[in-house]
């Protein structure tokens, strides 16, 4: 588990303060893969370097397993250092070193042995799925094979957390894929809790569990993305799930007794539910909006659906009572919907 805990970061610039990070609180739970996201300047970069402890904040607590980072220094820093392994923003290979030699780079730091450093290195080429390429220089690795093998490079000391900065900004779409595949074996065939810094959504839509929205150094958003998902007025439930309605309105159209927006969350919901509650209660149910959509290996349907029926209000509770989210247009007592 990672705790910060009101975490304050601020740089002199140009005569001048920028608070980078403004009392930043959250958790990622052990085993976990975390996505910080925001707008440029919002000080993502920040938490992660005071998280890596490359950078000391000016106040607050960063914990680790509940052990107080930022209070430690010496050697006690140092070890602390090695519980997490970093993969820094851009191209960060050693050019004259060979894949495996990169690789092996924190294992000679930790003055690990020679046999052994060469099986961990290969454990390490196995999980990235560059076990042919041990010997090729990285001028000759494509830009996701590059930034596979500083995820192997990072997780070499068996580090608890693994923070990455960015690891797909300069990839393309199926590029990018490979690298999040390798990011999400961390999690779940080494158990690390991982934190990514990215300002791209399809990461968070890919890989992540929780997500922390950072806004001019503070936290905006944050919980699980499957929760956070179903909230009306979620900034990430926006950019992560179909639009329903250009206009944002859940006005009834022409016809209907109800309209309104469902979210679905899960196989079952997104498969059965409107058909069942269509039948069940004799309405007629239209997709007037939305589309289905995947966050990580769960299917989420967000509609904007018109219901027409004497039974129509009954048909909606029932989805509720069976976990569908819903927001509704208020429906004064005459059916008309209120402004
Ligand atoms: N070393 C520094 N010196 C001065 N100002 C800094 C320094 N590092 C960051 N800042 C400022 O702190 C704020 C947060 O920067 P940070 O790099 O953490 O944001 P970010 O969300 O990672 O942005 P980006 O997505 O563009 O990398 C910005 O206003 C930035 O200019």
């Known amino acids: 588990?990672?705790?910060?805990?009101?975490?304050?970061?601020?740089?002199?610039?140009?005569?001048?303060?920028?608070?980078?990070?403004?009392?930043?609180?959250?958790?990622?739970?052990?085993?976990?893969?975390?996505?910080?996201?925001g707008a440029s300047g919002a000080g993502k970069s920040?938490?992660?370097?005071?998280?890596?402890?490359?950078?000391?904040?000016?106040?607050?607590?960063?914990?680790?397993?509940?052990?107080?980072?930022?209070?430690?220094d010496g050697k006690a820093l140092r070890a602390a250092r090695r519980q997490i392994g970093v993969v820094p923003q851009g191209?960060?290979?050693?050019?004259?070193?060979?894949?495996?030699?990169?690789?092996?780079?924190?294992?000679?730091?930790?003055?690990?042995?020679?046999?052994q450093r060469r099986t961990r290195v290969a454990e390490l080429l196995d999980l990235v799925g560059l076990s042919d390429k041990?010997?090729?220089?990285?001028?000759?690795?494509?830009?996701?094979?590059?930034?596979?093998i500083a995820?192997?490079?990072a997780l070499a000391a068996k580090p608890s957390v693994l923070l990455a900065d960015e690891p797909t900004s300069a990839l393309d779409p199926s590029t990018t894929d490979s690298v999040l595949a390798v990011l999400d074996?961390?999690?779940?065939e080494l158990g690390v809790t991982v934190l990514v810094v990215t300002?791209?959504?399809?990461?968070?839509?890919?890989?992540?569990?929780?997500?922390?929205?950072?806004?001019?150094?503070?936290?905006?958003?944050?919980?699980?993305?499957?929760d956070l998902v179903s909230e009306p007025g979620s900034r990430i439930s926006s950019s992560l799930l179909p639009e329903t309605d250009q206009a944002g309105s859940l006005k009834p159209g022409s016809g209907h007794d109800v309209v309104a927006e469902v979210v679905l969350v899960g196989f079952a919901a997104v498969g059965a539910l409107l058909p069942e509650a269509s039948s069940r209660f004799g309405v007629e149910l239209s997709i007037l909006g939305g589309g289905l959509t995947r966050l990580g290996d769960t299917p989420v349907a967000k509609f904007k659906v018109g219901l027409t029926g004497e039974r129509a209000e009954q048909a909606l509770k029932w989805m509720v009572e069976r976990d569908a989210h819903v927001r509704r247009a208020p429906v004064s007592v005459d059916g008309v919907a209120a402004a």
């Open 1 to 37: 588990m990672i705790t910060v805990e009101n975490l304050t970061k601020s740089f002199q610039h140009n005569g001048g303060t920028v608070r980078a990070l403004d009392g930043v609180s959250m958790e990622v739970p052990s085993g976990a893969v975390c996505g910080v996201v």
């Open 46 to 72: 920040t938490l992660a370097r005071c998280i890596a402890l490359l950078e000391k904040p000016d106040s607050g607590a960063i914990r680790v397993e509940g052990t107080d980072l930022v209070a430690l």
């Open 91 to 115: 191209d960060s290979l050693l050019r004259q070193r060979t894949a495996a030699g990169n690789i092996a780079l924190p294992l000679e730091a930790a003055a690990v042995s020679g046999p």
């Open 134 to 148: 041990a010997g090729v220089y990285p001028d000759q690795l494509s830009g996701g094979q590059r930034q596979r």
């Open 151 to 153: 995820v192997a490079r």
């Open 185 to 188: 074996r961390a999690r779940s």
């Open 199 to 226: 300002h791209d959504m399809a990461v968070v839509r890919r890989i992540a569990d929780d997500v922390a929205v950072l806004e001019d150094g503070r936290v905006v958003e944050h919980g699980k993305v499957l």
